[in-house]
Structure formats: C-alpha cells, structure tokens
C-alpha cells in the first residue's frame, strides 16, 4: 500500500467505517444511558424547576467559587485545550470543509497561522494535564488504563495534524493519511471510553439542575 | 438476619437509573470532586475521593447495564462485585461522607455525587454493611420512636417544664392548628430551649401550632442508613399525625436532614404527594420577619457568625433568610469564608456522627471548621441543626477553641419583643 | 569547445552563452554545485560523431503518446529538443522513419551494438492480463519486450505516471493488469518520471546527468528524482498565500477564481502532489495548470485517477456517509434492545424486592 493508497483508503472506506461505528455507538450508548428512567419527583418544589437544568448546563462550563485556586492546573489546563481542541477542529478551514461536505453547514475560518498556533497551544496544554494527572495522588489514583489511553487518542489527531500541515516527519501524504486514520481511530473509541462525555455531560448537568432546581438550588 | 450481597446487588439495581447512568459515563476522573470534600482536604488522603467512593457501585451499573461491561465481565476484564469488597467500602460510603454535596456543585461534567451515594447506601445497608452506630439508631427509631430512645413521657415532661419557664401553653394534638412542630430528640434531651422559643415565636406571630404525640420525632435514621423501606416507616409517622391532626404546615426542627427526609424524600418514600406543606424553622421565621409577625428587640454585641447546615442551604434551597435573620439580632454579624452556598460541613451529617469508629477521621475533618472560624474569630457560633451543633461543640472542645454554639431560633427568641408577646397573648 | 552539437546550435542561432546559461540552470534546478553546470555543457558540447554517441531505445507500451508529445512538441525549438543531437535515438516508434521489420531490425541491432551501455526509456503500462494480449509489438507482448530489452540495458527510465505507476490503464478496475516497470523489472537500475504527462526538463534534466556523470540521479523512495519531486505543488505554488489566509475560490467562475485565491476547495490535489511544476512551469515557462486556474490533478503521483475526484477537496471524503444512515439505525435497534433488557433487569429486581424490617439489616 503506497501513500495515496493508504490516503484514499482512509478518506474513503476507513472513514465510511469509523463514522458508521462513531454513530452506531452514539445512539446505542445514549439510548441504553437515557432508557434506564427515573422516578417522577413527587415532593411540592420549591419553586417552578423551569429552566434550571438547562442554566446548569451552562453554568456548569463556568468553574464554582474558590476552585480555580485550589486545582488551577485542572481548570486552565482543560479550558486551553478544550477551546484549542474546538478552534483546530472546527476553525481550520480544511475541517470546515469537510464539515460542508458532511452536513452542508459552513462558517468562516481562522487564518491558518492562528490554528497552527492554536494547535501547539492545545499540545502544551494536554502534556501539562498529563503530567498533572502524573503528579497530582487524586488524579494518579483514579486513573486507570482507560484514561492514558483516551489521552493517547485524542492527542495524536492534534500531533499529526499539526506535523502533517508544518510537513515535519513524514512525507505530508502520508502524514494527512496517519491523521485521519487517527482521527477514525478517535472516531470509533469515543463512544465506548470516558470521551463519551462530550455526550452524557450535557445530560448529566441537565439532571443535576434539573434536581437541585426543584430544590430552589442553582447549582 | 437476611442482609446478603445478592440482596444489595438487587437494590442497587432497582435504584440505578438514568441520572447514574449518566453519571458514570461522564466522569473524567479529573478529581475535582476531592478538592471539594473535607475528608479528602484534610487528610490527603485519594481513596476520600468522592467518585471513589462509588466505585463498586459503578462497576456494577456497567456490568448489569451496559452491554460492553457485560462482555467485559465475561471475559474477566471486568472483577464482579464481591461482599468483602463492599465491606471495605463501608467506611467511605459512611464514615467518609456526611452527604454534604459539595462534590455534587463542583463537578464539571456535572455530576450529582452525593445523589449517588445516598442510592449507593441503599445496597450497602441491604447487603449489611451499614455500620453499627447507625444501625443502632434506626433501631431505636423503628422500635422505641426517637434514635435517642426518647419517648413520649420525656417529651411531656419537657413540655411541662417549659410551660413552667415561659408561661405560655405548649399543645399537643390540637386538631386543625395551623402548624404542627416537631422536635429532634436532640432538642428534647439537649437543647429544651428550643420549644420555649417556638412558645414564644408563635405566640408573638399570634398562630396556632401543636405538637404530636404520635409523631414528635423529625429525625429520620432509615434515610441516613440509606434504607428507604425503613424510612419510609418512620416518615409514615409524621404523615400520619399531619394528616389526623389536619395541619396546614409541619415544620421540620433545626436538624439538617431531618428536613431533608421530610422535605424532599417524604413524599417520594410515601409515594404520593403530601397533603400538608413541610417547611424548615428558619423558613417559617423568615416568613414571619416578611410580613412583620416577628418583631425583636435589643441586638446582640459581641462577634457572631452563621454555620449553614449543608441540607438546609446547599442541599435544601434556604440560604437568604437566616442572614436576614441574624441581621434582625446581631450588630456584629460577619461571614466566613465560604458561608452560603459553598459552606463546609461541620463534618457529622448524613448519619457520620452516629459511627463511633469514625471520630478521629471526623475530629480531622473539622480543621477545615477550624480554619473557617480562625478567619473570622466570632465570639459566638450560630447555627441552625442540632446535629451541626453537636459536631461543633466537640469539634471545638476537641481543638480547645472557646466558642459558645447557639440555635437560631433560640436567639432570635430571646429577643422577641415581650409586651407585644402580651398583648398576642 | 568543438563538435557537433555546438555547431548545430550555432547553426539554429544558439551562442555559447546561452547554451552555458542553459546547462547551469538545468544544474542547479537539479541542486548540482555550480561546477556540474560546466561539466554537462562541455559533456554535451564535445558529444563525439554520430556512431559513438550513447545509444537510447524507447519502448512504448500502453500509452497515448501524451509523453511523446509533450517533449517533442512543446519546445521546438528550444533546447530541449536538440538535446537529442547528443544521444542515438535508435528506436522510437513515433519519431522513427523506419517501421515494419526495418524498425525491428534497427531495435535488435542497436541492442546488440550497445549491449550493457544503452539506455532504455519506457513509457506506457505493462498489461499482464491475458497473458500480455491487450497490447503487442511485432507479435511478442509488452511484457516479452521489456524484458528482453531490460536485460541489456544500463539503466531504464520510466517516462510518465504510466511506465512509472501504471497510470491511466491501471486506474480502477484495471480491466488489462496494468504494471509498472518496475514492477517487472527488478535487476536493473530505474528513474521514475512520473507526470501526465511528465515535464520535458525533467527529462532533459535527467538525460544530462546520464550523460554527464554515467549514473543516474539521486532518487527518493519512489525512484523519482529528488531534485524535481522533492516538494510538493503546494508548498512552491503562488497562491499558497490565499491558503494560509483561508481565502479560497469556491466556483471556477466566481470573485475568488477572479483574483485567483486558492483553489484547495475546488479539488486541488496540490498538497499531496510532488511536482515541479510550480517552478519549472510548461510550455517553456509559459504557464502551469494552477496558474491557468485549474486545481492540480496530483498526475504525477500513484493511482491519481482513484484518489476520490479531481474536483473533491482533499479534505473531503471519498463518500462518507454511504453507510451512516443503516450505522444509526442498526445502533438504534441495539440500543433499543439493550434499553428492554435493562428495564426488564430493574422490573425484575423491584418485583423480587423484600421489604426490608430491622431484622434485615443485618447478616
């Protein structure tokens, strides 16, 4: 299998496979999350739940009182790569183009310079929480198998991306071709890793502000 | 005798539901949560880790509930859950959490922890592994009445005393009042202050209240333990006597989570709607403060601060009307850090203060009380739960600090104005 | 500097100096040092008599003559054309008078003559379908001929994306079993001039060092020569600028096609074509596909014509959500199933549930 080969392979079949499986397991998965029910909350609110779970939602992306001291790199570490992974994925005019193609949706990009930049800040960021998930005993002691490994995966895209557009390594053929494979690979495992809480986090602050409203509580 | 791990596993799977699921598929493992719980803080010690404490819990959601955590325990990837497990966990299911819920506001994804442990306790007291301390309470809370074994002659003879003291009728069993009060056997044997203050408080506001004498007992042990089917027979109590007394309104005493098992659980464990309106003391006094039936006189000069009971502000929604109170009595009312919402737990709630076991991981934990009070130095602690008061009192004698502990109620009614309490009366 | 060639060139107005000119440039295109330029001039200028110049045969195999054309036609009468004055051409079917058996007899004699020294140039795929029938010269297949050609030659280019990668008629389905040369051929040395057609100076360019120094080039791993397939389209191309900044054509006729902006999202396959195209140009400078507003096909590389559509960004996929829609639904009904499971699971449990009494707290 030469580049081009490989390049087509992953840009055709192996992509037709891992979004068939991405989206396979999104919808198996929230199904048999969400199915499990709950009982109806009989006790007299406090006040009217309304909107509480969806002010959580929201809320929730906003860290509480005291805590951004007391774990600062768990806080600025993940904001800097969540938003750096959200600009290099959906700010770079290739992904967007892709993005186009997929679903007809299509929004204006960064300079590519900027996501180059973005993309560097992002790697920083992630090997930092890796260290701090080394150093710190509550974040090494939870940490299994599982969470190494979603790291792995969500860090090589960035890494190949990265060195496919600055040309370092590999030939870029090859490199754009490791980088989607990658990404497939991000793809297929997302739904059935910790990663899956790009899904059940909207969910599970619903539920949270959904209770604790009907408490009176805004948490 | 038939507690088992079969029987645990079945509870557990009865009571996982959506949220949990949910729940499990979100963590991160980030560890935020531990930065937000005291026995984590102030021992350092990462098994404390909230999350953590629901671990055998999560393995088993997994593997009764997921198909890939099916797979995965039939290969063996995956260990099942197993009794001596469970009896290792004991200490972090209950010793370790007070059901505070701090961990519950600070998760990012989030994660209503605390929600899962009170769930998780349901199969631990079901596969026998709740510990004897609060075991010991729900006993004498199903069979004597009160888990203090308090029973209803002590109470009378309160309400003799006090009638005495204050000169005002204490009723029982008055059919159609307005209010039916009920106690914590804490206040009963401890803090008897506290039905004078009610006298006193209503007689002022001009309303109509009672105790019960089949249901003078707020607190709730079979919540705590995490058994519904045994709460649900203390509860049935109160609604029981609400209902044949047909008051509008129970107010639930200052205890924490006898509130919350009224409050928020009753209903739920009845498993229908109440008939009657529930509502914490401070509630009904700032009630009263809004529409000008409570009136004061005199304020208090030295340094006072307020304690929140994890239940009745984070857990329970009531956060404002205590600071209005405490402003109502006290020139020099100042707030620690992080009072309110974000308040630390004295470090005895959800039932810990019962597991005899775990007093020097509780006496540990209250450093972070400690610190809180170092940074304002109040003359005087205020708080709104007997339980709190307890753990503060040996908290404070523990660590040597010379700091009174008084109940809201009580301070506020040593201040209600007295020639209006005549002329109401 | 005597000889033929300078003659010739003389004769067609070329001076010296620009013959010079020439040979440095064609060096350091090459990356040569400086030097190499005046050591292919003087290789070339003093290019003995006719009957001692290096013989070169020329087998064509499935092709359309596109290579051909491309180095004969475009330059008349430039230099590259008169490269030829330094070689024997011995046998190439479209340029030769001769055909027939005369052709033939000038192939054999020519082998035989330079056996071990002449130079073959392929262009053109080798079918191996149907024992080699799809394409044959003088009764034998292609395949019969390039070995029996190869084995006395010194070294073998591979002229074109066909010869070099089989091209075209190895393009999906490959109805013939298109080959490369190379895939034929494994004991001798072979350059790889892959294009669609390939640009002349590269050729020239690799002729000259042929001639020059008596051996081929540095090749990377594809067999091409670095010198000219070292970079891509992309990184050399003029409107790279437009990329970076994100400004793109999105139709071929509208404002960014006007003023030229980037034309990735029209399918360029420039980023993953290495070329010189955007250096050396065509038509002697003239011009280059982008610069004619047309995104680059990626001719050059292997298996062009199945990389997914000339006009489909590179960034987009071949046909990605082909399968999604039965995907989503064969995850629905397994998650429908599990969710029944599950619900049965909690039914189950909450019918076996035994109230719990004080007794059954404990063990």
Redesign the interface.
Same mark, same amino acid.
């Given at each position: 299998m030469?580049?081009?080969?490989l390049?087509?392979w992953v840009?055709?079949s192996g992509?037709?496979?891992a &979004? %068939?499986?991405f *989206?396979?397991? +999104?919808?198996?998965? $929230? @199904?048999?999350?969400? /199915? *499990?029910?709950?009982?109806k909350?009989? %006790?007299?609110s406090?006040c009217v739940a309304g909107a509480s779970g969806w002010h959580?939602?929201f809320r929730? %992306?906003l860290?509480?009182?005291?805590?951004v001291k007391?774990?600062p790199v /768990?806080y600025i570490g993940?904001y800097t790569f969540h938003i750096g992974l959200a600009i290099v994925v959906f700010l770079f005019?290739?992904?967007i $183009?892709?993005i186009r193609? $997929?679903t007809g949706l299509s929004w204006?990009? *960064?300079? /590519?310079?900027f996501v180059d930049l973005a993309a560097v800040v992002t790697m920083a960021a992630m090997v930092v929480v890796l260290a701090d998930r080394i150093n710190?005993?509550?974040?090494?002691?939870?940490? #299994?198998f599982g969470?190494w490994f979603t790291w792995t995966v969500t860090f090589l895209p960035v890494l190949t991306g990265w060195l496919a557009v600055r040309?370092l390594l590999l030939?870029?053929?090859t490199m *754009?071709a490791v980088h989607i494979l990658c990404v497939e690979v991000l793809l297929v495992v997302l739904p @059935?890793t910790?990663l899956?809480?790009a899904f #059940?986090?909207f969910? %599970?602050?619903? @539920?949270?502000?959904q +209770?604790?409203g009907h408490?009176? +509580?805004a &948490? | 005798m038939s507690a088992s791990l079969e029987k645990g596993v079945r509870v557990l799977k009865e009571v996982i539901d959506a949220p949990i699921a949910s729940y499990f598929n979100s963590c991160v493992h980030c560890g935020l949560c531990a930065e937000a719980c005291l026995f984590y803080t102030e021992t350092g010690d990462p098994k404390y880790t909230p999350i953590h404490k629901l671990e055998p819990m999560r393995r088993l959601y997994e593997q009764e509930f997921t198909l890939l955590g099916r797979l995965k325990k039939m290969v063996g990837l995956s260990r099942p859950v197993t009794d001596a497990e469970l009896g290792e966990w004991q200490e972090l299911v209950y010793n370790s959490c007070t059901l505070c819920g701090r961990c519950s506001v600070v998760c990012p994804v989030g994660n209503d922890i605390v929600y899962m442990v009170r769930k998780f306790r349901e199969g631990m007291s079901a596969s026998g592994h709740a510990p004897e301390g609060i075991k010991g309470a729900v006993n004498r809370t199903v069979s004597i009445g009160s888990p203090m074994g308090v029973k209803l002659p002590a109470v009378q003879a309160q309400m003799r005393h006090v009638e005495a003291d204050y000169g005002l009728p204490i009723p029982l069993d008055a059919e159609g009042a307005e209010y039916m009060v009920m106690l914590s056997s804490m206040e009963i044997i401890n803090f008897p202050e506290y039905l004078g203050a009610i006298a006193k408080i209503m007689n002022q506001a001009g309303k109509t209240w009672t105790l019960c004498s089949t249901a003078f007992e707020a607190t709730n042990a079979g919540m705590q333990i995490g058994n519904s089917d045994l709460a649900r027979v203390i509860v049935s109590r109160i609604v029981e006597g609400a209902e044949r007394l047909k008051v509008k309104t129970v107010i639930s005493p200052e205890c924490g989570h006898a509130y919350t098992a009224l409050r928020w659980e009753g209903a739920n464990l009845i498993g229908r709607p109440f008939t009657f309106q529930v509502k914490h003391i401070i509630e009904v006094l700032g009630e009263f403060q809004e529409q000008g039936l409570l009136k004061t006189e005199g304020f208090e000069t030295d340094r006072l601060t307020f304690h929140d009971p994890c239940q009745l502000a984070r857990r329970g929604g009531v956060i404002e009307p205590q600071r209005k109170l405490m402003k109502m009595v006290a020139k020099d009312f100042v707030e620690m850090p992080d009072a309110g919402f974000m308040n630390w737990c004295c470090g005895g709630g959800g039932g810990a203060s019962a597991i005899e076991e775990g007093e020097e991981l509780r006496l540990e934990a209250f450093k972070m009380k400690k610190s809180q009070l170092d940074a304002v130095k109040p003359d005087r602690l205020v708080t709104a739960c007997a339980n709190c008061r307890i753990v503060l009192e040996e908290g404070l004698e523990h660590y040597q600090m010379d700091i009174p502990v008084v109940g809201l109620t009580e301070l506020i009614a040593e201040h209600v104005a007295e020639h209006i309490s005549e002329k109401g009366a | 500097m005597q000889g033929s060639l300078i003659e010739t060139l003389a004769r067609q107005g070329v001076t010296r100096r620009t013959f010079m000119k020439y040979c440095a440039t064609l060096a350091s295109m090459m990356a040569l040092p400086p030097s190499a330029g005046r050591a292919m001039a003087e290789a070339m200028a003093s290019a003995p008599a006719a009957s001692k110049r290096p013989s070169v045969i020329w087998l064509p195999f499935q092709e359309c003559t596109g290579c051909t054309e491309s180095i004969t036609r475009s330059h008349s009468p430039t230099l590259e054309g008169l490269i030829f004055d330094v070689i024997s051409l011995d046998y190439q079917e479209t340029l030769m008078a001769a055909a027939g058996h005369q052709a033939e007899e000038a192939l054999h004699a020519a082998m035989k003559a330079n056996e071990g020294k002449y130079l073959l140039i392929v262009d053109g795929s080798i079918p191996l379908g149907l024992d080699g029938a799809y394409s044959c010269i003088a009764g034998k297949s292609n395949l019969e001929s390039l070995k029996e050609v190869a084995k006395g030659a010194a070294a073998i280019v591979a002229m074109g994306s066909c010869a070099a990668f089989g091209g075209l008629p190895k393009a999906n389905p490959n109805p013939t079993g298109a080959v490369s040369v190379a895939d034929v051929i494994k004991d001798k040395p072979i350059v790889n001039i892959p294009g669609c057609p390939p640009i002349p100076t590269v050729m020239t360019g690799v002729l000259a060092h042929f001639l020059t120094f008596g051996s081929l080039p540095e090749l990377d791993k594809l067999g091409r020569p670095k010198a000219f397939y070292g970079e891509t389209i992309h990184d050399r191309c003029y409107r790279r600028p437009f990329y970076d900044q994100g400004k793109f054509a999105k139709t071929f006729d509208d404002e960014g096609a006007r003023k030229g902006w980037c034309l990735f999202e029209l399918g360029c396959k420039g980023p993953v074509t290495y070329n010189a195209c955007a250096t050396v140009k065509w038509n002697g400078g003239t011009s280059w596909p982008v610069e004619s507003g047309h995104g680059c096909l990626g001719c050059s590389e292997p298996d062009f014509w199945d990389g997914g559509g000339f006009y489909k960004a590179l960034s987009m996929p071949a046909n990605p959500l082909k399968m999604a829609a039965k995907a989503a639904a064969v995850g629905a009904v397994a998650g429908v199933a599990v969710s029944f499971f599950n619900r049965g699971k909690k039914s189950a449990a909450k019918s076996a549930h035994e109230t719990t009494t004080l007794a059954d707290l404990e063990k």
């Amino acid at each position: 299998m030469n580049e081009i080969q490989l390049l087509t392979w992953v840009r055709g079949s192996g992509l037709d496979i891992a &979004v %068939s499986i991405f *989206l396979m397991g +999104v919808i198996w998965r $929230l @199904f048999e999350i969400y /199915s *499990l029910g709950r009982k109806k909350d009989l %006790s007299a609110s406090r006040c009217v739940a309304g909107a509480s779970g969806w002010h959580t939602i929201f809320r929730r %992306s906003l860290p509480p009182q005291g805590m951004v001291k007391k774990s600062p790199v /768990s806080y600025i570490g993940g904001y800097t790569f969540h938003i750096g992974l959200a600009i290099v994925v959906f700010l770079f005019a290739p992904h967007i $183009l892709l993005i186009r193609n $997929l679903t007809g949706l299509s929004w204006p990009g *960064l300079p /590519s310079q900027f996501v180059d930049l973005a993309a560097v800040v992002t790697m920083a960021a992630m090997v930092v929480v890796l260290a701090d998930r080394i150093n710190k005993p509550v974040k090494r002691y939870l940490s #299994t198998f599982g969470d190494w490994f979603t790291w792995t995966v969500t860090f090589l895209p960035v890494l190949t991306g990265w060195l496919a557009v600055r040309h370092l390594l590999l030939p870029y053929t090859t490199m *754009l071709a490791v980088h989607i494979l990658c990404v497939e690979v991000l793809l297929v495992v997302l739904p @059935f890793t910790k990663l899956f809480h790009a899904f #059940t986090l909207f969910g %599970s602050r619903w @539920f949270n502000g959904q +209770v604790n409203g009907h408490k009176g +509580v805004a &948490v | 005798m038939s507690a088992s791990l079969e029987k645990g596993v079945r509870v557990l799977k009865e009571v996982i539901d959506a949220p949990i699921a949910s729940y499990f598929n979100s963590c991160v493992h980030c560890g935020l949560c531990a930065e937000a719980c005291l026995f984590y803080t102030e021992t350092g010690d990462p098994k404390y880790t909230p999350i953590h404490k629901l671990e055998p819990m999560r393995r088993l959601y997994e593997q009764e509930f997921t198909l890939l955590g099916r797979l995965k325990k039939m290969v063996g990837l995956s260990r099942p859950v197993t009794d001596a497990e469970l009896g290792e966990w004991q200490e972090l299911v209950y010793n370790s959490c007070t059901l505070c819920g701090r961990c519950s506001v600070v998760c990012p994804v989030g994660n209503d922890i605390v929600y899962m442990v009170r769930k998780f306790r349901e199969g631990m007291s079901a596969s026998g592994h709740a510990p004897e301390g609060i075991k010991g309470a729900v006993n004498r809370t199903v069979s004597i009445g009160s888990p203090m074994g308090v029973k209803l002659p002590a109470v009378q003879a309160q309400m003799r005393h006090v009638e005495a003291d204050y000169g005002l009728p204490i009723p029982l069993d008055a059919e159609g009042a307005e209010y039916m009060v009920m106690l914590s056997s804490m206040e009963i044997i401890n803090f008897p202050e506290y039905l004078g203050a009610i006298a006193k408080i209503m007689n002022q506001a001009g309303k109509t209240w009672t105790l019960c004498s089949t249901a003078f007992e707020a607190t709730n042990a079979g919540m705590q333990i995490g058994n519904s089917d045994l709460a649900r027979v203390i509860v049935s109590r109160i609604v029981e006597g609400a209902e044949r007394l047909k008051v509008k309104t129970v107010i639930s005493p200052e205890c924490g989570h006898a509130y919350t098992a009224l409050r928020w659980e009753g209903a739920n464990l009845i498993g229908r709607p109440f008939t009657f309106q529930v509502k914490h003391i401070i509630e009904v006094l700032g009630e009263f403060q809004e529409q000008g039936l409570l009136k004061t006189e005199g304020f208090e000069t030295d340094r006072l601060t307020f304690h929140d009971p994890c239940q009745l502000a984070r857990r329970g929604g009531v956060i404002e009307p205590q600071r209005k109170l405490m402003k109502m009595v006290a020139k020099d009312f100042v707030e620690m850090p992080d009072a309110g919402f974000m308040n630390w737990c004295c470090g005895g709630g959800g039932g810990a203060s019962a597991i005899e076991e775990g007093e020097e991981l509780r006496l540990e934990a209250f450093k972070m009380k400690k610190s809180q009070l170092d940074a304002v130095k109040p003359d005087r602690l205020v708080t709104a739960c007997a339980n709190c008061r307890i753990v503060l009192e040996e908290g404070l004698e523990h660590y040597q600090m010379d700091i009174p502990v008084v109940g809201l109620t009580e301070l506020i009614a040593e201040h209600v104005a007295e020639h209006i309490s005549e002329k109401g009366a | 500097m005597q000889g033929s060639l300078i003659e010739t060139l003389a004769r067609q107005g070329v001076t010296r100096r620009t013959f010079m000119k020439y040979c440095a440039t064609l060096a350091s295109m090459m990356a040569l040092p400086p030097s190499a330029g005046r050591a292919m001039a003087e290789a070339m200028a003093s290019a003995p008599a006719a009957s001692k110049r290096p013989s070169v045969i020329w087998l064509p195999f499935q092709e359309c003559t596109g290579c051909t054309e491309s180095i004969t036609r475009s330059h008349s009468p430039t230099l590259e054309g008169l490269i030829f004055d330094v070689i024997s051409l011995d046998y190439q079917e479209t340029l030769m008078a001769a055909a027939g058996h005369q052709a033939e007899e000038a192939l054999h004699a020519a082998m035989k003559a330079n056996e071990g020294k002449y130079l073959l140039i392929v262009d053109g795929s080798i079918p191996l379908g149907l024992d080699g029938a799809y394409s044959c010269i003088a009764g034998k297949s292609n395949l019969e001929s390039l070995k029996e050609v190869a084995k006395g030659a010194a070294a073998i280019v591979a002229m074109g994306s066909c010869a070099a990668f089989g091209g075209l008629p190895k393009a999906n389905p490959n109805p013939t079993g298109a080959v490369s040369v190379a895939d034929v051929i494994k004991d001798k040395p072979i350059v790889n001039i892959p294009g669609c057609p390939p640009i002349p100076t590269v050729m020239t360019g690799v002729l000259a060092h042929f001639l020059t120094f008596g051996s081929l080039p540095e090749l990377d791993k594809l067999g091409r020569p670095k010198a000219f397939y070292g970079e891509t389209i992309h990184d050399r191309c003029y409107r790279r600028p437009f990329y970076d900044q994100g400004k793109f054509a999105k139709t071929f006729d509208d404002e960014g096609a006007r003023k030229g902006w980037c034309l990735f999202e029209l399918g360029c396959k420039g980023p993953v074509t290495y070329n010189a195209c955007a250096t050396v140009k065509w038509n002697g400078g003239t011009s280059w596909p982008v610069e004619s507003g047309h995104g680059c096909l990626g001719c050059s590389e292997p298996d062009f014509w199945d990389g997914g559509g000339f006009y489909k960004a590179l960034s987009m996929p071949a046909n990605p959500l082909k399968m999604a829609a039965k995907a989503a639904a064969v995850g629905a009904v397994a998650g429908v199933a599990v969710s029944f499971f599950n619900r049965g699971k909690k039914s189950a449990a909450k019918s076996a549930h035994e109230t719990t009494t004080l007794a059954d707290l404990e063990k």
